[in-house]
């Protein structure tokens, strides 16, 4: 089982400029390797179908409308299920969160504690953000809130990798993206993409709620 982790927005205080009202947390889960092999292959050649460059990122902000569609639209075939998790940051600007990392940290283990019942024995990817230090605490902290019981084989293995070099990271970013443009209602296109994805949704919760 490959567990794949992105998020959207930051976790800053809302009241600063320029600081996201929302923090989006996104597990993609493939639990057969070889399905997730597949999609992977597909992703290489979808950029062969659109040709763009081979070291093209598909990277939600940063791509064009159709190129989101056509995207979503290929991989959704693919045996794959996604959990998030939206945090409300203004009604958190009063909480006790004393840095970002912590409040990523916090963020990503609400979203596991939903996928808990789906995990056995994972392998989970994280996007390469970050110091070398925070990367080794975050490794500690999902295993360790996580694996809470001596004979708990939910998560094996934690790493990171850098998105730009992992087509299963740049799915997961085109999903949290997708999720996180649905949330700003102003966009004309704001239902477009999670409707695309959306069957492959197991939960998707705010918080607080």
Not at 43 to 52: A, G, P, Y
Not at 95 to 107: E, I, T, V
Request: net charge positive; with cysteine.
């Amino acid at each position: 089982m490959l567990v794949f982790v992105d998020e959207s927005g930051d976790p800053g205080v809302v009241e600063k400029d320029g600081s996201s009202e929302y923090f989006v947390v996104t597990l993609v889960i493939f639990e057969d390797n070889d399905e997730a092999e597949d999609a992977d292959r597909k992703i290489d050649l979808i950029r062969k179908e659109l040709s763009l460059p081979t070291n093209f990122e598909f990277h939600f902000y940063n791509n064009h409308p159709k190129i989101r569609k056509y995207f979503l639209e290929k991989l959704c075939g693919y045996n794959f299920f996604y959990f998030g998790i939206i945090i409300n940051k203004r009604e958190l600007c009063k909480s006790n969160f004393q840095s970002g990392s912590s409040f990523y940290k916090y963020a990503t283990r609400l979203v596991f504690e939903n996928a808990k019942p789906y995990l056995r024995n994972a392998t989970v990817i994280f996007d390469r953000s970050g110091g070398s230090t925070f990367q080794s605490q975050l490794k500690k902290y999902i295993k360790g809130k996580i694996n809470i019981e001596e004979s708990s084989d939910l998560i094996k293995k934690v790493k990171t990798e850098h998105s730009k070099g992992n087509n299963l990271l740049q799915l997961t970013d085109m999903i949290c993206g997708s999720l996180a443009r649905a949330l700003n209602k102003s966009k004309s296109d704001s239902q477009v993409y999670r409707n695309i994805i959306r069957f492959r949704e197991i939960f998707v919760g705010m918080w607080p709620k």
